[in-house]
């Protein structure tokens, strides 16, 4: 079974751009969450999702977007980037529904450099 | 607010021998789920070990095994037999429901051969 698959990889952006990363979960994953990841403040929740419906959001301004689709791959959007926003991005899918506490399988995630 | 704490930002083991990462959490939920995560330098979180609150049994995988004290909100990971593939950052989380994990700060673990 292949993993969950986060593209692209590295991304170099400037301030002021807007970003979109892509993540497709485990096949039958259908939760996917996103974290962001920096030196500064560790890992941070930004959002799930499950069957296309935003579930749960983390404390993170309106800049930070997300959606999921029909097969489940999800995207994130970052508009108006700041510096701050430089971070690994991760995602992660799991077998819900409504088993709580499954465990989350990460993609290699996805380095964001705004420069 | 619940929080996870990991007070050895590094530590260091040789190769063969058993060391001990500590984490301690603060939730006033009485059922929750917690767990070790590794990343090693390709970035990628992987699963270690996944312990469930109401189970009084502390869970073990191979090598990897926990000490899961629910009264003192402790929960520290032991590695017995160190390998050099142990070598990572070690992450404990928490979470109550769906996919909202709460992370530690995380321990460099280092594996001398």
């Known amino acids: 079974k292949a993993g969950v698959t986060q593209t692209p990889r590295y991304l170099i952006k400037t301030r002021g751009q807007q970003v979109t990363l892509s993540c497709s979960p485990i096949?039958?994953?259908?939760?996917v969450s996103w974290y962001q990841q920096t030196p500064g403040q560790g890992l941070q929740f930004l959002f799930e999702y499950f069957s296309e419906t935003q579930r749960n959001k983390g404390n993170f301004p309106g800049r930070f977007s997300g959606r999921q689709f029909s097969n489940s791959r999800s995207e994130m959007n970052v508009s108006t980037l700041e510096l701050g926003d430089s971070a690994l991005y991760l995602c992660?899918?799991?077998?819900?529904?409504?088993?709580?506490?499954?465990?989350?399988?990460f993609g290699n995630g996805t380095r964001l450099t705004v420069t | 607010a619940q929080t996870v704490t990991q007070s050895q930002p590094e530590m260091s083991v040789q190769e063969a021998e058993t060391v001990t990462l500590s984490c301690t959490y603060d939730t006033s939920e009485s059922d929750y789920y917690l767990f070790w995560y590794k990343q090693p330098p390709s970035r990628q979180m992987i699963l270690v070990i996944r312990q469930e609150a109401y189970k009084q049994q502390n869970a073990t995988e191979n090598r990897f095994s926990v000490n899961f004290q629910k009264a003192a909100k402790s929960f520290s990971l032991k590695i017995s037999d160190s390998q050099l593939g142990d070598a990572a950052m070690y992450f404990c989380?928490?979470?109550?429901?769906?996919?909202?994990?709460?992370f530690g700060e995380g321990t460099q673990l280092t594996v001398n051969p």
């Open positions: 989380a928490y979470v109550t429901s769906g996919s909202r994990l709460t």
């Open positions: 992660a899918s799991s077998s819900v529904p409504g088993r709580e506490g499954a465990p989350l399988h």
């Open positions: 096949s039958g994953h259908r939760s």
